[in-house]
């Protein structure tokens, strides 16, 4: 039937669209066999291929612009946490113990930027898979690395240059030998995979972690209550789901165009979006809080490379693209993986005494306002 069509148009690697093979299947209506799916979209969306080369190159183009926006945006919300506009923020609005950044222009233009960065990434990963995209959020380093000693004057050690770097390899080998299949995501697939008990074990261990760390930072008595850390591990953590989220309803959103199958009529794809707009904007906030906190140049890196490495593992856990890896995939993957871990220790750790590792390769401005 339809894959039958699919083979003797020349296979999934070329031209035919799914729409074709759908055309030239013509199943019977309402037919059911031994349990399999009585739709053939679903059939077809059974069988995984690979991603065409045009939209391959499509969703990494998307992706890279989009976290280019993104690392600027949070560059210029960081800003505006300076000393002196948040005291004029405060005495504007009188609440001499709150400060208010959301009002300021500068934090609402950033905003705007970073909103705009993930639109992009949200058309990138409507037909990528999350694995490979989500290594590409390493590119928010660089741009952090480039802009923010002009911005905050934050110096840049070759240290950091290493330990980026390091991390860099093991993003651009994961998406080496990430998998590079396409499925059409259905909300029946969206059922399919919340099924998934591997998932359900991973987000039941995520939600018994954040409820942790929520618990500790109620009950201490440090003062702040939380730490650069603690805030961007919430951050990372709401990045997760939020991107999961986000590739669901964009999925979703390109079965019903692409395809011509409507998959939003139902209330299922509503559900995810109310949750991804949730974890966004709860990422946002914990993560302009870490920003005011900690130098931008230490946080940025520790966010992308956790919220990396989440993303590689929900994604290819929900999204069944670990299944694309043999035995030596996996080895090969996993290699890229624990670069990124390495990489995440270096950024963390204190500076050794060592003067070439502590010499600055881009040096901070002078009279540049310091964050709070």
């Known amino acids: 039937m339809v894959f039958q069509a699919i083979i003797a148009n020349g296979g999934f690697g070329s031209h035919l669209t799914l729409r074709t093979a759908l055309q030239h299947a013509q199943p019977p209506l309402g037919s059911h066999s031994g349990g399999m799916p009585s739709s053939a979209l679903e059939v077809a969306a059974a069988a995984p291929h690979n991603l065409p080369f045009v939209w391959h190159v499509a969703s990494i183009t998307s992706v890279l612009f989009g976290n280019t926006l993104i690392a600027l945006g949070l560059l210029l919300q960081k800003r505006s946490h300076s000393r002196a506009t948040s005291c004029q923020r405060k005495i504007h609005c009188g609440l001499i113990s709150v400060d208010a950044y959301f009002l300021s222009l500068e934090w609402m233009g950033g905003l705007a930027t970073f909103l705009c960065g993930h639109a992009f990434c949200w058309l990138g990963l409507a037909v990528g898979a999350q694995m490979v995209l989500s290594c590409l959020n390493c590119w928010c380093i660089v741009v952090t690395l480039l802009c923010a000693p002009f911005m905050f004057g934050e110096a840049v050690t070759v240290y950091k240059v290493m330990a980026v770097a390091l991390l860099i390899l093991g993003c651009v080998w994961v998406t080496l030998h990430g998998p590079q299949r396409y499925r059409v995501f259905t909300v029946e697939r969206l059922h399919l995979y919340l099924e998934n008990k591997a998932f359900v074990c991973v987000a039941g261990l995520s939600l018994l972690g954040a409820c942790a760390l929520g618990a500790s930072v109620a009950t201490t008595d440090r003062r702040p209550r939380c730490s650069v850390f603690q805030l961007v591990l919430g951050a990372a953590m709401c990045a997760w789901y939020s991107v999961l989220c986000a590739k669901c309803v964009s999925g979703l959103h390109f079965t019903s165009w692409h395809h011509g199958q409507d998959q939003l009529s139902v209330w299922q794809p509503w559900a995810v979006l109310v949750v991804f707009v949730a974890a966004a904007a709860s990422n946002l906030h914990l993560l302009n809080l870490a920003l005011a906190a900690g130098e931008a140049v230490t946080v940025m890196p520790v966010y992308e490379a956790l919220s990396l490495i989440g993303q590689i593992v929900l994604g290819g ?20 993986v624990s670069c990124v871990v390495g990489g995440i220790v270096m950024v963390t750790q204190g500076e050794p005494e060592i003067a070439v590792l502590r010499k600055h390769v881009l040096k901070p401005k002078v009279d540049v306002p310091m964050p709070i």
């Open 317 to 336: 856990i929900f999204f069944q693209e670990f299944d694309a890896l043999d035995f030596w995939g996996h080895a090969q993957f996993w290699f890229g």
